[in-house]
């Protein structure tokens, strides 16, 4: 007898590199992501009911099988992304750190606390506590795959949810590998973290599912459609959708470190990072001096799969079109090449590209890049600097370069930007403590940090009587000379200073 039950639908995962496929995984669809929903919901149940050292207790033995296997999944994140193995390990290492802090700052910032309650509610004793939404959501990127959904579904877990992760297409693998540890290390709790898989289908069954609210990182188009849909049932959402960072350089900066910042900043994962350096904008004093350090650091790098490569390939095919486009335009609207130029693009390698002289409303500085291309261009001072980072419609990361701290602080604190480093590139970024996030085009909400593990709870508030009012204002029996007596009081105190 012949067997006529369809085959479930399946989609293939290739190399970056060479194209050749890397795993096949399912096409989770409507039906898989509702059992999946279901089944983390009933997992969530018993993970809220415990106490908050016992989660972190569990989160931590997460955390230790994760470690223990850091080559394997370095290896997943590797394969899937192109990068070179080291700075797969790296991003296993930085997602490592936050997970420890949010498994244990989650009982200290989330608990019951204490608020003071005022003279008219004085027989009140005022609270409020964090509690679990329920079931998150998460939409993963590709370009760290596992470092950037982590500060969402850590988070989500530490502050006693559960979590149904969607990683991209492009990265599956990570995203299973994720949860099959998860319930290796923690098998008592086995469905409080799942994985789904599948295309943009599978995000958007995800987001109509009812969720109790849905972490997204990707494109600000893709953000907006994710979002409609979720306005549809009120589900909460957080979106992360990219920047276009700047790097202000003053005329008293180090500029070999400034330059060993940028290059890093706007090359390292073949410029495909959210917060990486985009544009810089130097003194006009020192932009030629900076100019020709950027230069000679980025075009030693070596580009390739090589094991001593410093980028790989591009991971999304689609996205060297992008970068070849935003270069012939710069360079067609007067803009110079100091380094590379449309042939640095040789599929699916990109070469580093230097542009200085680039027009502000040309595409490559308007637009995200997210390739290996910086440019450097000239201002008259920092007023000027500020002006022109400050114009763009992202407004995720920025860095100063000064020659005093306290300086370049001052001139941070001007930036329109979620999160500035002084004299260093993305150092927020290994910092837990610190929320991430940004504004405008690059999204709102913020995850990481205290303000991520409330972002993943909500607040209730509650006042305990401990004794009868001496005015009982709440009573329909209070008598009206009474209440004239409390008004005059509270206007005699609130007309003092």
């Not at 972190?56 to 296997?69: F, G, I, N, Q, Y």
């Not at 959904?149 to 877990?157: C, D, E, F, I, K």
């Not at 600000?220 to 979002?227: D, L």
């Not at 927020?428 to 940004?438: D, E, N, S, T």
Request: hydrophobic share 45%.
């Amino acid at each position: 007898m012949t067997d006529t039950t369809p085959a479930a639908a399946v989609f293939a995962v290739h190399s970056p590199a060479t194209g050749a496929p890397i795993a096949e995984h399912p096409v989770d669809g409507p039906e898989e992501v509702s059992r999946a929903v279901a089944r983390a919901r009933t997992a969530q149940e018993k993970w809220a009911a415990l106490p908050a050292a016992r989660r972190r207790d569990h989160l931590l033995r997460w955390k230790k099988a994760l470690a223990t296997d850091l080559d394997a999944m370095a290896g997943v994140i590797a394969e899937e992304t192109g990068k070179p193995a080291g700075d797969a390990a790296l991003e296993v290492v930085l997602t490592l750190e936050h997970l420890a802090w949010a498994a244990r700052n989650a009982g200290r910032v989330l608990r019951r606390r204490t608020v003071g309650a005022g003279l008219f509610a004085v027989h009140q004793r005022a609270s409020l506590v964090h509690r679990p939404l329920g079931v998150v959501g998460v939409i993963g990127p590709w370009n760290y795959p596992l470092y950037t959904p982590m500060g969402s579904l850590g988070y989500a877990l530490a502050a006693g949810n559960a979590v149904v992760f969607k990683p991209s297409e492009l990265t599956p693998g990570t995203g299973v590998l994720l949860a099959r540890i998860f319930d290796r290390a923690v098998p008592e709790h086995a469905g409080l973290l799942t994985t789904v898989t599948g295309p943009a289908s599978t995000g958007d069954a995800l987001a109509r599912s009812g969720v109790d609210k849905l972490a997204f990182t990707g494109s600000p188009g893709t953000a907006r459609t994710v979002m409609e849909t979720c306005a549809r049932t009120l589900t909460p959402f957080l979106a992360e959708c990219g920047g276009k960072d700047a790097v202000i350089v003053t005329a008293d900066a180090d500029l070999e470190a400034a330059a060993d910042a940028i290059v890093w900043g706007a090359l390292s994962n073949a410029g495909q990072t959210c917060a990486g350096v985009e544009r810089v904008y130097a003194v006009r004093e020192v932009h030629a001096a900076l100019c020709e350090r950027v230069v000679e650091r980025a075009g030693a790098l070596r580009v390739g799969d090589a094991a001593d490569s410093a980028y790989g390939p591009m991971t999304l095919p689609a996205q060297v079109a992008v970068v070849e486009r935003h270069v012939t335009g710069a360079l067609a609207e007067g803009a110079r090449a100091l380094l590379g130029g449309p042939g640095s693009v040789n599929t699916p390698y990109v070469s580093p590209v230097v542009l200085t002289d680039v027009p502000e409303d040309a595409a490559a500085m308007t637009e995200e890049t997210f390739g290996p291309v910086v440019v450097v261009n000239a201002v008259a001072d920092v007023d000027e600097a500020v002006e022109r980072a400050n114009a763009s419609r992202y407004a995720l990361g920025a860095a100063v370069f000064c020659g005093s701290g306290r300086a370049g602080a001052a001139i941070a604190a001007r930036l329109r930007a979620g999160a500035v480093s002084v004299n260093s590139v993305l150092g927020f970024a290994a910092v837990p403590a610190l929320p991430f996030g940004g504004a405008r085009e690059s999204g709102f909400g913020r995850i990481h940090g205290e303000e991520g593990l409330r972002a993943f709870s909500s607040v209730q508030s509650m006042t305990v009587q401990r004794f009868a009012p001496p005015i009982a204002l709440t009573s329909f029996a209070v008598p009206e000379a009474t209440r004239e007596r409390a008004v005059r009081l509270a206007r005699f105190l609130h007309r003092r200073r």
